[in-house]
């Protein structure tokens, strides 16, 4: 996958970020960096590895599930967002 100036500005959008000109060429480097190791990764042959969800023998030890209604958090929470609605964050619309 090519990172170019058009798929910037397309994350730019979906991630509600601006990029400053100075610094845009350097963020094309680093993200065709990360993408090219990522690339790397579907070279290896994991035909004989066992898929694994976690590490600790015997599984993830379960608590009970108890809803805490603490409007302060959330109150907090939206107030740094870039956007919100209603008690709801606002995103960009993502598919047309």
Same mark, same amino acid.
């Given at each position: 996958m090519k990172i170019d100036n058009t798929l910037l500005q397309k994350l730019e959008k979906l991630s509600s970020l601006k990029i400053s000109?100075?610094?845009r060429e350097g963020v094309i480097n680093q993200l065709s960096e990360i993408v090219e190791f990522v690339e790397n990764l579907n070279e290896?042959?994991?035909?004989?590895?066992?898929a694994t969800f976690t590490t600790v023998s015997g599984g993830t030890p379960?608590? %009970?599930? #108890?809803?805490? $209604?603490k409007p302060e958090i959330? %109150?907090? #929470?939206?107030? $740094?967002?870039p956007q919100s609605e209603n008690g709801f964050f606002?995103?960009?619309k993502?598919?047309?």
């Open positions: 000109d100075e610094k290896l042959n994991l035909d004989h590895e066992e379960f608590r %009970e599930d #108890i809803p805490h $209604n959330i %109150e907090t #929470i939206l107030r $740094n967002a606002v995103v960009p993502i598919i047309e």
